[in-house]
């Protein structure tokens, strides 16, 4: 998946989440977050298939969900266009020669919210403990 757009999401409003999943031992909290994460990107991948222009069919066929990497500590999953839509970007910021489309910040705009809980909801029905530490 290409880097081309590149929009950083902070999800403030799960501390209590994340705070107990780090009191898991480290074996069990892989995979439960890797679960989440993509749980959480098909909402937005979802809205951003209703909202994309389609003209051909191209840019609709090259979004997609990257596998999660992860980096040090942070675990990151990208939600776009494969470079076969590279052409996207020029649709959601325009060009010296056309006007802007965007739809992917306001696709991302309005998912962020079922996105998170998503990711919590999967969270806690892979591991139900969690929801226990979290009242705790």
Known sequence: MADRVTFRVQV???EQTLDALRK????????PIVDALEDGAKVVLQ?????????TGR?????AISSVQTKKT???????????GFYGTFLEFGTSRMVARPW????LDHTAHPAV???QAS??????????LKRA
Not at 24 to 31: F, N, S, V
Not at 59 to 63: A, E, R, T
């Open 74 to 84: 942070v675990q990151v999953i990208k939600i776009g266009t494969s470079s076969e």
């Open 12 to 14: 403030r409003g799960l």
């Open 123 to 132: 969270i806690e029905q892979d591991l139900p403990g969690v929801a226990a």
């Open 104 to 107: 992917m910040r306001p696709a």
């Open 117 to 119: 809980e998503a990711f």
């Open 59 to 63: 840019l609709f066929n090259s979004l």
């Open 24 to 31: 898991l031992p480290p074996a069990l909290r892989k995979q």
């Open 47 to 55: 809205e951003e298939l209703h909202q994309v222009p389609i003209k």
